[in-house]
């Protein structure tokens, strides 16, 4: 069964940390580009952060630069996202995908391929 599963989510104070995991079953991640995206109550889906198929390349939404970081683990099936000094506005449910390019990830998330089921992140005192 392709799939891709997250984990680590769970409920953190305001300057706290999480550190997130996304782990493929049934194909490789090494052939895709990879990203994270999240979806607040009441809000659209909006891209995190991407990663290219080899790593070299990154992005993330303003909001976020400077305290998450991507990463994946080609060795392991496995991509990450490491959130510090969290915020109220970080709370969501975040989305583990894979896709063919770091563009697709960025500009066209409807063309990502494989998509996780999400993992509720929860920032709040």
């Known amino acids: 069964q392709l799939q891709l599963v997250e984990s680590g989510g769970g409920l953190v104070h305001p300057g706290g940390s999480l550190r997130l995991s996304c782990a493929a079953s049934?194909?490789?991640?090494?052939?895709?580009?990879i990203g994270w995206f999240r979806q607040a109550p009441g809000k659209e889906r909006e891209r995190v952060s991407c990663?290219?198929?080899?790593?070299?390349?990154?992005n993330y939404l303003d909001s976020v630069k400077g305290r998450f970081t991507i990463s994946r683990d080609n060795a392991k099936n496995t991509m990450y996202l490491q959130m510090n000094t969290l915020k109220a506005e970080d709370t969501g449910v975040y989305y583990c995908a894979a896709g063919p390019s770091i563009t697709a990830c960025r500009l066209r998330p409807n063309d990502m391929n494989y998509w996780g089921k999400g993992t509720l992140v929860t920032v709040s005192s």
């Open positions: 049934g194909f490789t991640l090494d052939g895709y580009a």
């Open positions: 990663i290219s198929k080899i790593g070299t390349i990154t």
